[in-house]
Structure formats: C-alpha cells, structure tokens
C-alpha cells in the first residue's frame, strides 16, 4: 500500500462530500462514493461505475479505496474465516468472519498488538504497535463483508487491542458503521478490559451499543494475576463505572467470563458475581479458556466445572449463556489472536504502568 495514497475508507458522507467539492465536482459525487464503498464494498475506484472516467482518473492520483490488503486468509472446519491484514508494513493484525444460522458476525481489531498484558491472551503476549485508523477498522469489516453472501449484521471489537485505548477512532468507526454502512447500534458490541475513565466518557456519549466488560474474577487478587489494568481500577471501581454506564444509556450491562480451571471458576466466584451484579439489568457470557501458551499454564475447566458456574449464577437470577467458540483450529476463537508483528512490549515481565485511557 502506497504511503503517498490516502484511502476513502475512513471519510464519511460529508468528508467525501468536501473532497468532492474541493476537486471542483458537485457534492452528490461524494454520495456516490459512500454508497460504492460502504453499500458495495467494492475494492478499486474503476469500479465506480457512475463516475466519470476522468473523475476516476483524477481520482487514482491521489486515493485508493483501502488502507489495509489482506497478507493470509484462514477457513476453519466450522465455516469461519480469518484475515490477516496490513497497511504495507510488517504490522501485521488480525479479524474474524462468523456465519451463524441467524446472523453473521465479525469481530474486529483496533490496535496491531495490544499493550494491556493480560496473562491469559496471545495478542497480549505478543506486545502493542500502535493504534489503527478508523478507516482500517472499516476496511475490515468491508473485507469479511466481500466473503459473505449474506449481510454481516454484528459487530465485535473483541479483536486484537484494547478498543477504548484507540478511543477517538473506534467512536468514528461505530459511527460509520451505523451511520454509512447502516447496521444497527444494538448489533455493535465494544469489549473493554476495564478502563474506568474511558468508561466514563463512552457512557457520555449514549450511544445504544453494548459495552462488555472483561471481568474474570470477582476477587481483586485473581483478576490483578489475570489482568494487570485490575491494579489501576480494580473491581468495585469498574464495576461501578458500568452501573454508570448502565444509567446513561439504558443498555444492560454486558460480563465476559473467561472460565480457568481451578483458579477463577469456583462456587465462590459465581456467588460473588452475582452479588455485583445485584440490582442492575446483566448478562454474563461464559468462556472456557481458550488454549494459548502464554507460560502461565492455564488450563480449560472440566464441563462439569463450567456448569456448576452456571448453576450457581442461574440460581441467583442472573443470565447467562455460555459462548459457542468457533475458529479453534485456525486460532481464531477468544484469546488466540496473535498476528504477527514486533511490538514495544514483546514478552513483558509485567504491566507496572497502565497506560492513559483519556
């Protein structure tokens, strides 16, 4: 991808509007390019059929239509499809296609790498690059889109990155895929690991998305072993910054639970997350681990253990599913995202400093 090319993925109605304008063409040339690459998802600018050739031409000098070309392409034996994609430089991330019966969803990446050193995660094992532009989050979702025959309606951030690290791009790419592409707000779904400021300030923004909170254990001590960000904001805090978001929004709110054997699926765990869930509308997703050797030797729990879990949190009133997992044999089920790229803090020893969410 040439560094010289700026790509029209990323510039909503009205920014290509003013390019339009700006290059001496009527306003609704603009429209017709949200529609080819946000309607369409088509790949070059010659497929613009309703532009003039020398428009296109003109156009060609200066822009491409993606910022980012796929480097692999992986197909599971379950229907599910990964890409690994780029700008044209050795960061390399990652983003995943999931046909289901009902629906088709893709879950996305915000960052190449991810900084935050949860100890269960490939991605963040892996260490953090850098933030990725609005216009490469679409891109990969227009990718996927060119894979399916049927509309991809959901939305995942729960890709490589923490999504509320890269906080002014993900708000923009929500609102070009609601706003552009047209799926709806409720189809949109921002995994977060807990950063209480950037809680705060997506809550002002009442945006009628879901917002999930990884959690993984009620207990201070276990979930700071699992993610280091609990030293910052631990758990009451963030706990308290999604009943605010809750408030603001309207929206439930939404617990990831990654399920290790013998350290945060116990009887005791679940009977405390219910209690922190008491008297706010919930969902709790269930995720058994994930196998990824990051050296901490975790392990999957035993199905009897994941349903004890359950029981226990169905007992005390709150909903559950427990997450079906697609993707394993080509590592692109939860945690498994690794891409490939050399980031700042490869193989850290530890996160003595979380960095600033504002």
């Known amino acids: 991808m040439s560094g010289e090319l700026q790509a029209l993925i990323g510039l909503s109605t009205s920014e290509l509007e003013e390019l339009m304008v700006g290059m001496g063409q009527p306003a609704f040339r603009g429209r ?11 790949e070059e600018i010659d497929q613009m059929a309703n532009l003039p050739a020398k428009l296109r031409a003109e156009l060609k000098k200066a822009y491409v239509v993606s910022p980012i070309e796929v480097a692999g392409h992986s197909h599971s034996s379950d229907d599910v499809d990964k890409l690994l994609v ?36 490939a991605t963040g094992m892996g260490g953090f690059d850098r933030n990725l532009s609005a216009g490469e989050i679409i891109a990969q ?20 990155g923490e999504p509320l690290l ?23 779904t921002v995994s977060t690991v807990g950063l209480l400021p950037a809680i705060n300030k997506f809550a002002a923004e009442k945006l009628p998305i879901t917002l999930a909170l990884s959690l993984h254990s009620p207990i201070d001590e276990i979930r700071s072993r699992l993610m280091p960000v609990n030293n910052k904001w631990p758990v009451k805090e963030v706990m ?27 009887p005791e765990q679940a009977r405390l997350l219910a209690g922190l869930l008491k008297g ?23 199905v009897e253990r ?52 504002s």
């Open 240 to 266: 308290s910054g999604m009943r605010r978001w809750h408030k603001a929004t309207g929206r439930r709110v939404t617990i990831e639970y990654l399920l290790i054997n013998e350290l945060n699926d116990t």
């Open 141 to 160: 979702y227009l990718m996927l889109q060119r894979l399916s025959e049927r509309r991809v309606s959901h939305v995942v951030f729960m890709g490589m």
């Open 86 to 121: 780029h700008k044209g430089d050795n960061q390399v991330y990652e983003c995943v296609l999931l046909p289901y019966k009902d629906r088709v969803s893709c879950c996305l990446s915000s960052q190449v790498g991810c900084p935050m050193g949860c100890t269960f995660c």
């Open 32 to 42: 017709q390019i949200a529609e080819w690459i946000y309607k369409k998802a088509v």
């Open 280 to 302: 706010v509308p919930a969902h709790v997703n269930l995720i058994p681990f994930n196998f990824v050797d990051t050296g901490y030797g975790y392990k999957r729990p035993a």
């Open 166 to 188: 890269n906080y002014d791009n993900v708000l923009k790419a929500l609102r070009l895929l609601h706003d552009e592409i047209g799926l709806s707000w409720r189809n949109l």
């Open 306 to 357: 994941t349903r004890a879990f359950r029981t226990v949190l169905e007992s005390r009133g709150v909903n559950v599913t427990e997450r079906v997992e697609r993707g394993h044999d080509i590592a692109a089920a939860c945690g498994q995202l690794a891409g490939q790229h050399k980031g700042r803090f490869a193989k850290r020893e530890g996160l003595s400093a979380v960095p600033s969410a």
